[in-house]
């Protein structure tokens, strides 16, 4: 079986409370190459998910002070 033959995989990981992790596993055809081709993948499946309007939600928290709550008394 030829390289450029090997099908890519993906599985879902993990999923979390602000996340659905995967992992994907695809063949390139050395090492030097194996950055630049990632980091495409990455960004195409970026721009997939806005095509799809799939946001990726990050969580967020909301600080009181405890010398804030002291004024308001």
Not at 18 to 36: T, Y
Not at 46 to 71: A, N, Q, T, W
Request: charged share 40%.
């Amino acid at each position: 079986m030829h390289e450029q033959d090997r099908e890519a995989n993906m599985w879902v990981t993990e999923l979390g409370d602000f996340a659905v992790n995967l992992r994907a596993v695809f063949w390139i055809r050395d090492r030097p190459a194996a950055w630049g081709a990632s980091c495409d993948i990455r960004e195409s499946v970026k721009k997939r998910f806005d095509k799809e309007e799939i946001e990726i939600p990050f969580p967020y928290r909301i600080i009181v002070y405890k010398k804030d709550l002291e004024h308001k008394k």
